[in-house]
Structure formats: structure tokens, C-alpha cells
Nanobody
Framework: QVQLVESGGGLVQAGGSLRLSCAAS????????MGWFRQAPGKEREFVVA????????YYADSVKGRFTISRDNAKNTVYLQMNSLKPEDTAVYYC????????????????WGQGTQVTVSS
């Protein structure tokens, strides 16, 4: 069992930055691929970014390439999402996701979810 707790969301102006964190419980964090998804009102949950088990590989949605960076610290059981050059269309609830021994790029591939953190980008 893995529990995920996100933090770091908030309100920011367009062009600004935010850093999200996702703290995981359990001693097997290093065996999980980690990722972030987001869901805007009235829309389906969509893939944003993911990082492989030991961080060797990362995967980004085209909409965030060059602006968002995912990283993980296995010693701290934490994954981070640095978001720069934010746009109003980035406004959504951001969810941390964990997938055992693989990377989740679709919502149905995730094994565990956090509760979500709201990111609002004003124009």
C-alpha cells in the first residue's frame, strides 16, 4: 500500500512558477514509477509527466515540454514537479500517481493516487 500526499498548489499569475511535491509513504517508493496528471473542470484527467523508477527516463505531454520538470528523491520518498512559464490553460487539479515497476501515462495504468492539489493560473 502506498499513500500519496501532494502539496504546493496555489494561485499564480500567467508566466509565474510553482513547485508541487508528492510525498509517498512506504519503504518501496523506489520501485514505483511516479507521475502527475491533471484534471480541469468538465474535462477528463490527462497525463502531464512521469518519471521512471530510478529517474533515468522522463516522459512529458507535449503541452508542458520545456516548461515543466519532474524529479524524484528516493531517499525522501518524494517526487517534485517544477512548473515554469505557467499559462491559464494549466489551471487544474494536479494529481500525483504511482505505478509499480512501470510508468503510467494513462489514468488506468496508475496503482495509487493522491488527493490532488489545485493549481490556478490567472491571466
Amino acid at each position: 500500500q502506498v499513500q500519496l500526499v501532494e502539496s504546493g498548489g496555489g494561485l499564480v499569475q500567467a508566466g509565474g512558477s510553482l513547485r508541487l511535491s508528492c510525498a509517498a509513504s512506504g519503504r518501496t517508493f523506489s520501485s514505483y514509477g511516479m507521475g502527475w496528471f491533471r484534471q480541469a473542470p468538465g474535462k477528463e484527467r490527462e497525463f502531464v509527466v512521469a518519471i521512471a523508477v530510478y529517474g533515468a527516463n522522463t516522459y512529458y505531454a507535449d503541452s508542458v515540454k520545456g516548461r515543466f520538470t519532474i524529479s524524484r528523491d528516493n531517499a525522501k520518498n518524494t517526487v517534485y514537479l517544477q512548473m515554469n512559464s505557467l499559462k491559464p490553460e494549466d489551471t487544474a487539479v494536479y494529481y500525483c500517481a504511482a505505478a509499480h515497476l512501470r510508468v503510467a501515462v494513462r489514468p488506468d495504468e496508475a496503482d495509487y493516487w493522491g488527493q490532488g492539489t489545485q493549481v490556478t493560473v490567472s491571466s
